[in-house]
């Protein structure tokens, strides 16, 4: 398994500012995903993250919105820029400790945002 | 595309009742079947996994059996305990393994 930190674990902030929240794993992983969650919903993912390439978008996410860095193999980051009370949600990083499919994902903690 | 319907909301049980989970899916070709459960407070935790027809994946007393057949990978769990009240989510995962798509999750309150 793999074991990952966020941070902030919650964050207020005005609309129309940006802000980033940062994932840590404990070892090495290749693959690094970013979802969000509104409150008492499903988990919807946002983006996938590959050392040293530009992240893949789901629909309805854009890298404007929501750009994502992944400089090395235990971190990634997730700006929300131009934030709006629409993206008040919590937002988990996870990932998978196997390059190959059907592997499990583990999840960090959640960053919970409220934006006013 | 592919999708994960839950149809259960809400379970409300108590203590040593068994619970049952309905998770049903729909994707083309051949993808993974996952249980995960969030606590209040934290990120999902994978529970357990299968990828073909007929493997059953358990953990912690729960157990799902994949059948392709009725695209189902329903939940169950013999005797519950209080600790086991979280909200359980079914999810499918791509074969690329770059994806999960989850269901809407489904709130387990089981009273002492």
């Known amino acids: 398994s793999v074991l990952l930190y966020q941070k902030p674990n919650r964050d207020i902030c005005q609309s129309g500012t940006s802000l980033k929240i940062q994932c840590v794993a404990d070892?090495?992983?290749?693959?690094m995903f970013w979802y969000q969650q509104f409150q008492e919903q499903s988990l919807m993912l946002m983006a996938t993250?590959?050392?040293?390439?530009?992240?893949?978008?789901e629909s309805g996410f854009t890298k404007d919105k929501f750009p994502i860095s992944r400089p090395n193999l235990t971190f990634s980051t997730l700006t929300v820029n131009n934030a709006r009370p629409g993206d008040s949600s919590i937002y988990f990083c996870?990932?998978?400790?196997?390059?190959?499919?059907?592997?499990?994902?583990?999840f960090g903690p959640g960053t919970r945002l409220t934006v006013l | 595309g592919d999708s994960v319907t839950q149809t259960e909301g809400q379970v409300a049980l108590s203590e040593e009742d068994f619970l049952t989970i309905h998770c049903n899916y729909s994707?083309?070709?051949?993808?993974?079947l996952f249980w995960y459960v969030q606590y209040p407070g934290e990120g999902p935790q994978f529970l357990f996994r299968?990828?073909?027809?007929?493997e059953k994946g358990s953990s912690r007393g729960f157990e799902a059996t994949y059948d392709k057949g009725t695209t189902s990978f329903h939940l169950r769990k013999a005797s519950v305990q209080e600790s086991d009240s979280a909200v359980y989510y079914c999810?499918?995962?791509?074969?690329?393994?770059?994806?999960?798509?989850f269901g809407i999750g489904t709130r387990v309150l089981v009273r002492p």
């Open positions: 070892s090495q992983v290749v693959s």
């Open positions: 299968a990828s073909r027809d007929k």
């Open positions: 999810a499918l995962g791509n074969s690329a393994g770059n994806k999960l798509t």
């Open positions: 993250a590959n050392e040293g390439s530009e992240a893949t978008y």
């Open positions: 994707a083309s070709g051949y993808p993974a």
């Open positions: 996870s990932s998978r400790v196997s390059g190959t499919g059907y592997a499990e994902q583990f």
